[in-house]
């Protein structure tokens, strides 16, 4: 990854050779660590399932927003349609996403306190995304950038899992009932 400013006129972030984390090889391999991972710790077919389609659905997603920079095998040619060069599409396309997630998991579980937590967790995201399209751009490549994007990933998983600890699939609780 390169910093390359004006690129698109979203991110500066030139991802001119990403292998293992942006071609869809990449994707299916991750998409299988992670299903199986589920499985492991779940025992729950469907978890596993969805995990795995998570995680290949996002070089989908990439590829709707990137610039050409996304490969099939790690090797060009390179795919992408650009759709981070159009903010006012880009920005309601990515918020509703997330809030259809978010809307989606509200609906298949519950929880004794609320969605309380739920709220947090979507306070957070939309602050980190916002900080992200509206914060300042690094002017160059330094390994804060990675840094900076690991530490994020790190707290909203951690709140992701709190948000997520005290609720049950609404499913399940109906079966046990009948």
């Known amino acids: 990854m390169r910093v390359v400013p004006g690129i698109t006129a979203m991110n500066p972030m030139d991802l001119y ?3 293992y984390t942006h071609s869809l090889l990449g994707a299916l391999l991750w ?3 992670f299903g199986a991972l ?5 025992r729950r077919r469907e ?14 997603v990439d590829l709707i927003v990137h610039i050409p920079d996304l490969t099939l095998y790690g ?7 650009g759709l981070w060069n159009y903010p006012f599409a880009e920005m309601p396309l990515e918020i509703g996403l997330t809030a259809a997630a978010m809307i989606y998991y ?5 929880a004794p306190t609320g969605n309380r937590r739920l709220w947090i967790l979507g306070g ?11 914060g300042a751009k690094a002017p160059d490549y330094s390994i804060e950038i990675p840094l900076t994007m690991l530490a994020a990933y ?3 998983a951690l709140v992701a899992a709190w948000a997520g600890a005290n609720r049950a699939v609404v499913m399940a609780q109906e079966e046990a009932s009948t």
């Open 124 to 134: 957070l995201l939309a602050a980190v995304q916002a900080f992200d399209w509206f």
């Open 17 to 19: 050779h990403m292998p």
């Open 154 to 156: 790190i707290v909203l």
């Open 38 to 42: 589920i499985w492991a710790i779940t």
């Open 75 to 81: 090797a060009p040619p390179k795919f992408g349609f």
């Open 106 to 110: 509200a609906r298949r579980t519950s």
């Open 47 to 60: 978890a596993a399932l969805l995990t795995a389609l998570v995680v290949v659905s996002h070089w989908f």
């Open 31 to 33: 998409g299988a660590v």
